[in-house]
T-cell receptor
Framework: AQRVTQPEKLLSVFKGAPVELKCNYSYSGSPELFWYVQYSRQRLQLLLRHISRESIKGFTADLNKGETSFHLKKPFAQEEDSAMYYCALGNTGTASKLTFGTGTRLQVTL | DTGVSQDPRHKITKRGQNVTFRCDPISEHNRLYWYRQTLGQGPEFLTYFQNEAQLEKSRLLSDRFSAERPKGSFSTLEIQRTEQGDSAMYLC?????????????FGPGTRLTVT
């Protein structure tokens, strides 16, 4: 069975501080990992995917297969980063359903 | 096309009643997904369609739940004999396959409250 664990429900940081949102997964195959974000009163949207190795809005995430982790990082938090962040695991091959973690609320304060 | 739309946005119903939700995906998207999200949880997969074919259903989708996508465009999700445990946000998403994998575009959701 596949599972995604986000251990923190809430992460509160000061503006300009580094951010790390933790995500661990359990999957027997070759994983495809994603971070989705939901800003206040907006719909869920894709932030980044591991296969693209991209940086979006200053966020990066590296897949560590040895530690089965896909932590989301940003060196300097901005107020506009305050949102709900969900780590998600996709099936290889069919890329159909996503398995989401419970989410972490990031709160960036002045 | 302004993205995935869902109707209604909110639904309050009494236990035992039937409800139906509609999802209109992004027009060129051939895949359509339904998820359910309860308070404090992430979205949980219910089912998905490739065009009009329903290709996978979760164990969460009891026999009271049925989903259709008759012409490969919009989809409906019906819940029969609603129970209080069905209270949740029901999310629809769509994607283009083949395309950027995992990039599902979500709708605003339908919040169901069963009293």
């Amino acid at each position: 069975a596949q599972r995604v664990t986000q251990p923190e429900k809430l992460l509160s940081v000061f503006k300009g501080a580094p951010v790390e949102l933790k995500c661990n997964y359990s999957y027997s195959g070759s994983p495809e990992l994603f971070w989705y974000v939901q800003y206040s009163r907006q719909r869920l949207q894709l932030l980044l995917r591991h296969i693209s190795r991209e940086s979006i809005k200053g966020f990066t995430a590296d897949l560590n297969k040895g530690e089965t982790s896909f932590h989301l990082k940003k060196p300097f938090a901005q107020e506009e980063d305050s949102a709900m962040y969900y780590c998600a695991l996709g099936n290889t091959g069919t890329a159909s359903k996503l398995t989401f973690g419970t989410g972490t609320r990031l709160q960036v304060t002045l | 096309d302004t993205g995935v739309s869902q109707d209604p946005r909110h639904k309050i119903t009494k236990r035992g009643q039937n409800v139906t939700f509609r999802c209109d995906p992004i027009s060129e998207h051939n895949r359509l997904y339904w998820y359910r999200q309860t308070l404090g949880q992430g979205p949980e997969f219910l089912t998905y369609f490739q065009n009009e074919a329903q290709l996978e259903k979760s164990r969460l989708l009891s026999d009271r739940f049925s989903a259709e996508r008759p012409k490969g465009s919009f989809s409906t999700l019906e819940i029969q004999r609603t129970e209080q445990g069905d209270s949740a946000m029901y999310l629809c998403a769509s994607s283009l396959e083949p395309g950027p994998r995992g990039e599902q575009y979500f709708g605003p959701g339908t919040r169901l409250t069963v009293t």
